[in-house]
T-cell receptor, first 111, second 114 residues
């Protein structure tokens, strides 16, 4: 079993839809949770960075962490075609430690 | 403000050869990590360098080695290349050990082994 599980999709939604992306994990030692966006032929770009459980909002993006369920989510409101990319969840046990990534979910937002 | 830069962007090598990939961290960052990303997969941690020493290592064979220079730049070396080493190699930088500093990634080097 992988430490971090993420549905690879692909996920296709119409412009303006609310998108929900999720990851589950098995290691309760993870304390730091991140979401990265990766466009084709580019490196991952950090979207959200959270510590422990709770919610964090940044513009159209909201990240949620539920450590009791070992489940994290990323919500994208009013999705745009420019949001079409692969979204990677990542986790770490400590600050500055190695990241464990999910497989990535490919998202396509249709005009 | 220059981000993480990697060179070359693309590379084609033959099985059994050796390759060196290079990375310059984001300005102000002193820690460099290397990741391997196979097609359709998430990045996998190779190792991390801080103060010119390897601080952490993932589950990769000794064929993978690295170096960090006094200016914080870094190299990744892979010996005796296998077809399975074909992947996108990502460099990421951050500040210090234990600091609240998320990783910033470069755009990677696409290595193809034939």
């Amino acid at each position: 079993q992988k430490e971090v599980e993420q549905d690879p999709g692909p996920l296709s939604v119409p412009e303006g839809a609310i998108v929900s992306l999720n990851c589950t994990y098995s290691n309760s030692a993870f304390q730091y949770f991140m979401w990265y966006r990766q466009y084709s032929r580019k490196g991952p770009e950090l979207l959200m960075y959270t510590y422990s459980s709770g919610n964090k909002e940044d513009g159209r993006f909201t990240a949620q962490v539920d450590k009791s369920s070992k489940y994290i989510s990323l919500f994208i409101r009013d999705s745009q075609p420019s949001d079409s990319a692969t979204y990677l969840c990542a986790m770490a046990r400590n600050q500055g430690g190695k990241l464990i990534f999910g497989q990535g979910t490919e998202l396509s937002v249709k005009p | 403000d220059a981000g993480v830069t990697q060179s070359p962007t693309h590379l084609i090598k033959t099985r059994g050869q050796q390759v060196t990939l290079r990375c310059s961290p984001k300005s102000g960052h002193d820690t460099v990590s290397w990741y391997q990303q196979a097609l359709g997969q998430g990045p996998q941690f190779i190792f991390q360098y801080y103060e010119e020493e390897e601080r952490q290592r993932g589950n990769f064979p000794d064929r993978f080695s690295g170096h960090q220079f006094p200016n914080y730049s870094s190299e990744l070396n892979v010996n005796a290349l296998l077809l399975g080493d074909s992947a996108l190699y990502l460099c990421a930088s951050s500040t210090g050990q234990g600091a609240n500093s998320p990783l910033h990634f470069g755009n990677g080097t696409r290595l193809t082994v034939t």
